[in-house]
């Protein structure tokens, strides 16, 4: 018998005992979509002195490959390269660089309507950061939402404030936590309006959602900050979480602890453990965006084993399956 027939968690077709993002996404739109980033030009308040300076320290932000006045090829270009690769039955505009509601609010919701009106876009998706949710926007991402299916995804990284001081985050928990509140009452206030059905296993499919990011080893971070992490974002009950390994990449802040000695990566192993252990904490119907990531090829340093994203991936899944575990199997705020 395969390991998917025993299977303990629900939200899943395969061996994976946690809510994949593709599952999510095949169940709700009938099959696989793709994202396309697009860049619409955006900065960050910690890049151009609103609250600091440099970004934060593994941020590799002088790369920028396109601005807004080329949507329309940008889009072209990702299509095809999905296309390549797979047979969508749709694909996602994700404004990803930077700071995506930071900026002339007019200007943002022409680019939201742009990227929203994209041929075969079936949902929209915002990177951004929760101080930069002032009401004008939050009722621009409001409109969004009716036009189209839509998540915003918060970093946050972790919720431990000397974290987010050491690596130059720039907004402390309570900030992120009081524009989290904000823009759930927004997303809370669509979602009652729209009826966007339900998976075959039960799951509600929400108009508005919401993503949260988290990164797994940043500098002085213990396995139990870690974990104290998603402890306090499994109290917010987020629609997504997408989990992040901290990535060194040339030419960073971060590069240059590595570098004198001042910073040490997260092992294979460390990395599989922890992560584990959050997904256990993590409520069941939290959509997992990610449990690994790998730096842009060029410009990592390490830990050089995260080039290999399908084996981590695969070593996650063996070890929820050894523990006999799986996603919210210890969560406390279901």
Not at 52 to 58: A, T, V
Not at 136 to 157: D, N, S
């Amino acid at each position: 018998m395969a390991q998917k027939d025993t299977n303990p968690y629900p939200y899943s077709d395969s061996n994976k005992r946690y809510m994949t993002y593709d599952w999510y996404m095949k169940a709700r739109f009938g099959g696989k979509t793709a994202k396309v980033s697009l860049d619409i030009g955006c900065t960050c308040p910690n890049l151009d002195g609103t609250r600091g300076h440099g970004g934060c320290i593994y941020c590799k932000s002088g790369s920028r490959s396109a601005v807004g006045d080329t949507m329309g090829e940008q889009w072209r270009m990702g299509v095809a390269t999905a296309c390549r690769k797979w047979t969508p039955v749709g694909f996602i505009p994700y404004l990803q660089s930077n700071t995506n509601t930071y900026g002339d609010p007019d200007a943002l919701r022409g680019f939201y309507d742009r990227a929203a009106a994209m041929d075969r876009a079936v949902m929209l998706d915002i990177a951004t950061r929760a101080d930069c949710l002032s009401d004008e926007i939050l009722a621009i991402l409001a409109e969004t939402a009716e036009k189209i299916p839509l998540m915003v995804e918060l970093g946050l990284q972790t919720t431990n404030d000397r974290t987010a001081e050491r690596i130059n985050r720039c907004h402390t928990y309570a900030e992120f936590a009081d524009g989290y509140a904000r823009l759930k009452k927004t997303a809370d206030a669509v979602n009652a309006a729209f009826d966007d059905g339900v998976s075959t296993n039960g799951l509600p499919f929400r108009r508005f959602t919401i993503g949260v990011h988290l990164i797994n080893g940043l500098p002085g971070e213990t396995a139990d900050d870690m974990r104290q992490t998603v402890r306090d974002v499994a109290e917010l009950h987020p629609d997504m979480v997408k989990i992040h390994l901290a990535h060194v990449l040339s030419e960073t802040d971060l590069a240059a602890m590595y570098e004198r000695g001042d910073y040490v990566p997260m092992t294979r192993e460390e990395y599989v453990a922890v992560t584990c252990d959050q997904l256990e904490l993590l409520p069941t119907d939290t959509i997992i965006g990610r449990v690994t990531g790998d730096g842009m090829a060029d410009d990592l340093l390490a830990p050089q084993w995260s080039r290999r994203k399908t084996e981590v991936a695969n070593e996650i899944d063996k070890e929820l399956y050894r523990r006999g575990t799986y996603q919210g199997c210890r969560a406390v705020s279901e």
